[in-house]
Nanobody
């Protein structure tokens, strides 16, 4: 059974750093693409970053480029999101999700991901 579980969320001050992890089971990361999404109160879910299973290509939203980094350890079936220089606007519930056949044109679209975790809360506040 496919499962994804996020961890690492919490409260952090503006300018701080936080590392989120996505533990997966039921598939191998070289066969699936993994994305990180976030949803803040009153806002729509948005794509943050994705990593393609077949080749490791990474994509980032313009709002986080240069501050966030997505990585994977295939042997451990884990994907991480390293976040730095955090801003209050980064406050949201963060989700990881798995899909296939993703690329530059569709990685931000939620409907292309088949499996989702339950999310972890990230709050950036002083």
């Amino acid at each position: 059974q496919v499962q994804l579980v996020e961890s690492g969320g919490g409260l952090v001050q503006p300018g701080g750093s936080l590392r989120l992890s996505c533990a997966t089971s039921g598939f191998t990361l070289d066969a699936y693409d993994i994305g990180w999404f976030r949803q803040a109160p009153g806002k729509e879910r948005e794509g943050v970053a994705s990593i393609i299973g077949a080749n490791g290509i990474r994509y980032y939203a313009d709002s986080v480029k240069g501050r966030f980094s997505i990585s994977r350890v295939n042997a451990k079936n884990t994907v991480s999101l390293q976040m730095s220089s955090l801003k209050p606007d980064d406050t949201a519930v963060y989700f990881c999700a798995a899909g296939r056949y993703l690329g530059r044109d569709n990685w931000t679209f939620s409907n292309f991901y088949n499996y989702w975790g339950q999310g972890t809360q990230v709050t950036v506040s002083s």
